[in-house]
């Protein structure tokens, strides 16, 4: 984990609880937990609204549900995400 990620991180923490409603705290979401399935046990309403507040937040766009379901894994695969998208556009 970068130090350039890890604010990131807090804040895509935040954003799906916020996003979300969950009745957890964003530190209670680990890096590398599944948001899916036996992880956090989000759902299909549950990606939509994840998908329009990265895209809102972060200034990225996540153009299909492939891209979606592969980038919403976990907190780890958003900021990856995040970081490549922003590299794409400074580069």
């Not at 604010?7 to 609880?17: E, M, T």
């Not at 209670?28 to 549950?46: Q, V």
């Not at 990265?54 to 907190?75: A, H, N, P, Y």
């Amino acid at each position: 984990m970068t130090t350039t990620q890890d604010p990131l991180k807090s804040d895509i923490k935040q954003a799906i609880v916020r996003s979300l409603r969950l009745p957890i705290a964003p530190d209670d979401i680990g890096d590398a937990t599944p948001l899916f399935g036996e992880g956090l046990g989000l759902d299909s309403i549950d990606v939509l609204e994840l998908v329009l507040e990265i895209e809102r937040s972060f200034g990225v766009t996540i153009g299909d549900e492939q891209t979606g379901m592969k980038v919403l894994g976990s907190v780890d695969t958003i900021a990856s995400f995040i970081v490549t998208e922003r590299a794409k556009r400074s580069a």
